[in-house]
């Protein structure tokens, strides 16, 4: 799906124990200290979203290309690309991140844009939200024989957090390699 070889197409999510990541078009917490992993996480590199995400946001997400995906060719996404096609989003995405000396796409959501692009995820950026929360938009679960976790760190509850949570990140195993 991704037409240059050295890009990775990555996912990053918040999403709670439940898989939970959103409710009534809306974040259902509050986690400033997640809100700068992801900044750092993201910064410089295109950011594919889906028209959902892309209107809960109070602004075009800055220092990062916005590239949004909408089947209505006339939504109008004022300091963003459009798409109706995920393929040639992705490909837009690949063909910015190269032109920014970067090596990765991010898939910032929502939930139908990460189901849709998840048999090509290479890498997913995880925050575990240490709740069960209630919501209509949820994550797809993995098969945890698919990936490698890279990385995991605790975080207790800061000032500006409603919860504890875990940031995680997971390498898609290669096919026919086990560990």
């Not at 409710?23 to 400033?32: A, K, S």
């Not at 590199?45 to 959902?52: D, E, V, Y």
């Not at 946001?57 to 109706?84: I, T």
Request: hydrophobic residues 40%.
């Amino acid at each position: 799906m991704i037409p240059y070889p050295r890009l990775i197409l990555s996912a990053i999510v918040a999403r709670s124990r439940n898989r939970v990541i959103g409710r009534d078009g809306d974040l259902p917490w509050r986690l400033g200290s997640d809100l700068k992993h992801f900044k750092r996480i993201t910064m410089d590199k295109p950011c594919l979203m889906g028209r959902k995400t892309w209107e809960s946001l109070p602004f075009p997400l800055p220092g990062r290309p916005n590239l949004v995906l909408s089947r209505d060719r006339n939504y109008q996404a004022d300091g963003a690309e459009l798409f109706d096609d995920i393929n040639v989003m992705i490909a837009r995405g690949a063909e910015l991140a190269g032109a920014l000396g970067g090596d990765e796409v991010m898939i910032i959501g929502g939930a139908q844009l990460y189901k849709a692009s998840l048999p090509h995820i290479q890498r997913i950026y995880e925050t575990i939200v240490d709740a069960d929360i209630s919501g209509d938009a949820v994550f797809p679960a993995l098969d945890e024989r698919d990936w490698t976790i890279r990385d995991a760190r605790t975080h207790p509850a800061g000032p500006r957090d409603d919860h504890a949570f875990t940031t995680r990140v997971l390498d898609r195993r290669l096919a026919g390699r086990s560990s």
